[in-house]
């Protein structure tokens, strides 16, 4: 099993970035798949899960209204449309599988290696 | 939401156990059995060492435990090795609108 994040990098405050993961080794849309980050020296938070079908979206507060979480099974691949980035967004966002197809429960048990994001003026 | 609640530090010498508590609510740790522990060393990934309060995923040493009461869940780790210096994070289900919350992350020392 591996998970390979790409998309992260430098934005202004208020512009986008998108993150991609892709999976490999396992049987993607088995799974419910999250982006978990983790700010420089930081704790871990939560900021979205997709469920197998991408029937349940769920969005940390932080992040809702801003942040698209999506897949694509075909091509097991996710991703995290983030827009009107802050400052406060900068961190590594971990692309991570869940042991079920479902958000709960929310076991993660691979991760990628993590991208990271940067919102700077 | 609130973090869950963990111990800043802990600290024990090869050989001894230790215990890092994960202090949530009725709404997270006390309402589901759905706890995890997850271990992370300097500039890698988290590790997923205890998934649903006390179950460990195959290739994790039987020296980790997990256990909980009431809001509580706890991590111990048995006969401390130099390797297990590292940051250990809880993390539950919630039935707030945000279903998984993480605790602030506790580092281990082994002296």
């Known amino acids: 099993v591996q998970l390979v994040e790409s998309g992260g990098g430098l934005a202004q405050p208020g512009r986008s970035l998108r993150l991609s993961c892709v999976g490999f080794?396992?049987?993607?849309?088995?799974?419910?798949m999250h982006w978990v980050r983790q700010a420089p020296g930081k704790g871990l938070e939560w900021v979205s899960g997709?469920?197998?079908?991408?029937?349940?979206?769920a969005y940390a507060e932080s992040v809702k209204g801003r942040f698209t979480i999506s897949r694509d099974n075909a091509k097991n691949s996710l991703n995290l449309q983030m827009d009107s980035l802050r400052l406060d967004d900068m961190a590594f966002y971990y692309c991570?599988?869940?042991?079920?197809?479902?958000?709960?429960?929310?076991?993660?048990?691979?991760w990628g290696q993590g991208t990271l994001v940067t919102v700077s003026s | 939401q609130s973090a869950l609640t963990q111990p800043v530090s802990v600290s024990g010498s090869p050989g001894q156990s230790i215990t890092i508590s994960c202090t949530g609510s009725?709404?997270?740790?006390?309402?589901?059995?759905?706890v995890s522990w997850y271990q992370q060393h300097p500039g890698e990934a988290p590790k997923l060492l205890i998934y649903?309060?006390?179950n460990r995923p195959s290739g994790v040493s039987s020296r980790f435990s997990g256990s909980k009461s009431a809001n509580t869940a706890s991590l111990t780790i048995s006969g401390l090795q130099a390797e297990d210096e590292a940051h250990y994070f809880c993390?539950?289900?919630?039935?707030?609108?945000?279903?998984?919350?993480f605790g602030g992350g506790t580092r281990l020392t082994v002296l």
């Open positions: 993390s539950s289900y919630t039935s707030n609108s945000s279903p998984v919350v």
């Open positions: 649903e309060v006390s």
């Open positions: 080794g396992f049987t993607f849309d088995d799974h419910a």
């Open positions: 997709i469920s197998w079908n991408s029937g349940t979206l």
């Open positions: 009725s709404s997270d740790v006390g309402g589901y059995n759905y």
């Open positions: 991570t599988r869940s042991t079920f197809g479902t958000l709960a429960p929310p076991d993660f048990d691979y």
